[in-house]
């Protein structure tokens, strides 16, 4: 679903010939008002007792707002894109009403030990879904490229989407659910929540994440409209750059995975935490295809490794007991972020020169978003050096240097640790190989 709906909604968005404002609410608000369903879900949760119920609840949810998301364009064609950010809005609804309940029913069913490696595991399956649905999008609105034939090739691929979520639906009811654990929040006036929430060590990673999200925020909205518009990418090639992040995400989960049950996940954050900063300002270089290809498969590795290791923080740093009420604090400030800092892209985007003038010399820049790219950059760096030294490991684990963590999920190959899995299925040599290589890591 996310392959063939969510990585295109900013591309719907330029068909329909929206503003960067516009774009810039599209991909903060809905997020921002979902979020809030995370509460809902909690009172659900301590109302109806019942968790796997309201899991596939949001999942049908998501689906059926797909629905009128493909057709607002032709019943109300003058209010596209303020109804089309409406559709979203239900949209990000539905994932938000089942994320306590899945936060918490995944938390009593991985255990701590395997926690990184199962949930590299399950991002690597779905990064590969993600991939192959991505390319099939990619190729439907190629083929439906046309100045009246566009707008059927988005309401196949939403279409497609929407069959995808009502099966995803269908294995979400299968789950096992044990009984006798509720995702339910915390009454409003419970003395001792704050209390949990800062001794937990989740106050400052919160705030981190929430920043981060923030200068994140600023430009990674605008990507799309860059390729798109100021770019001329078509549609296939939008799909092959967006395609390299995840396809590299893939290949490199595992790997990730591994160390963060090996070294922790602050080492994880730390190291990616400062490259982070570099990748929006990389797209001010060059607008050569190859090299933005090269761009986002980097930003892919990264992006992998970072955002692993803060889902597995979250994890880490919430107590079971209030895991639900902790966890929904946290996505609604981290959303929160999100939305400001894409309005702040958004004003930006509108309203910086197109034109730098620096000790005399006038530099003319392709577009605006160039400087939305580089202050996102900047921003960026500034939270990695506000917040970093004050983040701590709760496990107990190896240590490492941020070097040393490098080239360990460099030094080979990804192509050939995936060969390595598939071929080792059928031959024990090359099993055993792997094996020995694991154990090294180890």
């Known amino acids: 679903m996310m392959g063939t709906a969510e990585n295109y909604f900013s591309a719907f968005a330029v068909f329909l010939r929206a503003t960067t404002a516009q774009i810039g609410v599209l991909a903060s608000l809905p997020p921002l008002l979902g979020s809030f369903m995370q509460v809902v879900s909690a009172w659900l949760g301590r109302r109806l007792g019942k968790r796997k119920e309201i899991i596939v609840a949001g999942a049908l949810l998501q689906a059926a707002a797909l629905i009128p998301l493909m057709l607002v364009p ?37 255990r701590e030990s ?63 659910d044990p009984p006798g654990h509720v995702a339910a929040i915390d009454t409003a006036g419970y003395a001792g929540l704050w209390r949990t929430y800062r001794q937990s060590g989740l106050l400052p990673f919160t705030l981190f994440f929430a920043c981060m999200q923030l200068s994140v925020a600023i430009a990674s909205p605008y990507f799309a409209l860059y390729m798109l518009r100021d770019l001329h990418f078509s549609y296939l090639a939008f799909m092959a750059n967006t395609a390299a992040s995840v396809c590299i995400q893939f290949l490199t989960l595992n790997r990730w995975g591994r160390l963060s049950d090996l070294f922790g996940n602050r080492l994880i954050l730390a190291t990616t935490g400062f490259i982070i900063p570099l990748m929006p300002m990389l797209w001010v270089v060059s607008t050569n295809y190859v090299y933005l290809l090269f761009v986002q498969a980097l930003s892919g590795l990264v992006w992998a490794g970072f955002t692993l290791s ?15 009420t902790l966890m929904a604090a946290h996505n609604v400030v981290a959303a929160t972020g999100t939305f400001v800092g894409a309005l702040i892209g958004a004003w930006l985007g509108s309203n910086l020169p197109h034109e730098l003038t620096l000790g005399g010399s006038t530099v003319a820049w392709l577009t605006p978003l160039y400087g939305v790219f ?11 050096l506000a917040f970093m030294r004050r983040l701590r490991e709760v496990r107990r684990v190896r240590p490492m240097s941020g070097t040393g963590l490098i080239f360990r999920v460099t030094r080979f190959a990804p192509l050939s640790g995936l060969i390595f899995e598939v071929v080792g299925r059928e031959n024990p040599r090359a099993r055993r190989q792997h094996q020995e290589t694991d154990a090294g890591d180890n």
């Open 74 to 110: 032709v019943w109300f064609p003058d209010l596209a894109m303020p109804l089309v950010i409406v559709c979203a809005v239900l949209y990000f609804f539905g994932p938000h009403l089942g994320s306590p309940q899945w936060g918490s029913l995944m938390g009593d069913i991985v």
């Open 114 to 176: 395997r926690r990184g490696r199962f949930f590299a595991l399950r991002t690597r399956l779905s990064s590969l879904a993600n991939f192959g649905a991505l390319a099939l999008a990619g190729v439907v609105l190629h083929v439906f490229t046309g100045e009246e034939t566009t707008y059927w090739g988005f309401v196949g691929i939403f279409s497609l989407a929407t069959l995808f979520r009502l099966a995803s639906a269908w294995h979400l009811s299968r789950m096992i």
């Open 374 to 384: 580089i202050i996102s950059g900047l921003c960026r760096a500034a939270t990695s």
């Open 310 to 324: 803060a889902g597995n923080t979250v994890y880490d740093l919430t107590p079971r007991e209030r895991r639900v």
